[in-house]
């Protein structure tokens, strides 16, 4: 739809300051966010006209408007302004993600738990994994005479460990020997090939050895088919108590319920553009539990043709333009250090102080 220049800023003015306030703005208002140089009964006027075009909405009578899911739709594709981090921002991110990688599980948890401390919304991230996961590497270490550590690492850079007890002492020879045959016989193969060569061996390795062999190996294969679905992780969901769309517990119980339970990553919010960026807008969600929400995504590249999403999940009165900035910075952090680790430079501004809030107008 065509608006004019001045719909437009009017337009921009009542979703900005609704974003702020939570509570519907009045043309006077609209007058000095806009720094429009016409009469507050001119803009009503226009406000008419937004709402019967359904970008804008008037909750009672006498109150001013609030933007409909069709006016932050239009204000995020045209008018919705670029967001720079402020410095502090970008550190505090650089921080959180600057972790050894050996970890993805631990990584993007600990994004999520960040983005939604920094957002105050709830955050939910996954990756998925690869169509056929190996193991890249065994390391064994021994912690006492009759006990060692077993750690498994995949080829899509999760890492997990086992401590294993034993009847007989073992030592450091022992556990190098081990080592090298697990790392020459079952390594860069699937569960299936690991149990051919588990049968192959066993006529031909001594019992001891061969019991050791087995107890590394079938946790490596419960390692593998832990990895058959993608890795969901959800923080930050009591935020949402925050906002005054959900003070009400009869109206955040269903939201709340949805994301702590929703482990699910196919039941989740998806892409729908194939953008890096993607926003959902209240009824453009599918679940029923999300239909008043808005759930904005970006995706990132873990590497090995692996894919990753981070979200956040918050009320249609969202402030998308520093949402989208935030989420941007920690895709693109996430990608690169999956791909070369390092950090992007991102683009900075210093910290200013906070904005004017005008007075709201019934």
């Known amino acids: 739809m065509e608006l004019t220049e001045r719909k437009k800023r009017i337009l921009q003015a009542i979703v900005e300051t609704y974003i702020e306030t939570a509570e519907p703005v009045g043309s006077k208002v609209v007058a000095e966010k806009a720094r429009l140089d016409v009469s507050t009964a001119t803009i009503r006027n226009e406000m008419a006209d937004l709402t019967e075009l359904g970008l804008l909405e008037q909750p009672h009578t006498s109150a001013g408007r609030i933007p409909s899911a069709a006016g932050y739709r239009l204000y995020v594709n045209e008018l919705m302004d670029r967001h720079q981090l402020t410095l502090q921002e970008t550190e505090r991110i650089n921080q959180a993600l600057n972790v050894k990688m050996e970890e993805l599980d631990r990584v993007i948890d600990r994004a999520g738990k960040v983005l939604s401390q920094i957002s105050d919304y709830p955050v939910f991230t996954a990756a998925t994994v690869k169509d056929q996961v190996t193991v890249k590497r065994y390391d064994l270490l021994v912690v006492e005479e009759r006990a060692f550590i077993a750690v498994v690492m995949t080829d899509n850079s999760v890492v997990k460990n086992k401590l294993v007890h034993v009847a007989e002492p073992v030592s450091d020879t022992q556990i190098q020997l081990l080592s090298a045959v697990l790392n020459s016989s079952f390594v860069g193969v699937s569960r299936e090939e690991m149990e051919q060569t588990l049968d192959k061996m066993e006529t031909r390795t001594a019992a001891a050895a061969f019991d050791l062999i087995s107890i590394v190996v079938q946790f490596a294969q419960?390692?593998?088919?832990q990895q058959g679905n993608q890795m969901v992780h959800t923080a930050g969901i009591t935020h949402l108590l925050e906002h005054p769309e959900y003070h009400s517990l009869d109206k955040a119980k269903p939201l709340m319920t949805y994301l702590s339970e929703e482990?699910?990553?196919?039941?989740?919010?998806?892409?729908m553009t194939g953008k890096n960026m993607d926003?959902?807008?209240?009824?453009?969600?599918?679940?029923?539990?999300?239909?008043?929400?808005?759930?904005?995504?970006?995706?990132?590249?873990?590497?090995?043709?692996?894919?990753?999403?981070?979200?956040?999940?918050?009320?249609?009165?969202?402030?998308?333009?520093?949402?989208t900035a935030r989420l941007s910075y920690f895709a693109e952090s996430l990608t690169k250090m999956f791909g070369k680790g390092e950090l992007p430079a991102g683009e900075v501004q210093q910290e200013l102080g906070p904005e004017r809030r005008d007075d709201n107008e019934n």
């Open 222 to 225: 419960e390692v593998l088919a």
């Open 279 to 323: 926003i959902l807008i209240g009824p453009e969600n599918v679940s029923e539990a999300l239909k008043d929400t808005s759930v904005v995504m970006a995706s990132y590249d873990i590497g090995d043709n692996m894919k990753g999403v981070i979200g956040v999940v918050g009320p249609t009165r969202m402030d998308y333009a520093k949402v």
């Open 263 to 271: 482990k699910d990553a196919s039941k989740l919010p998806v892409p």
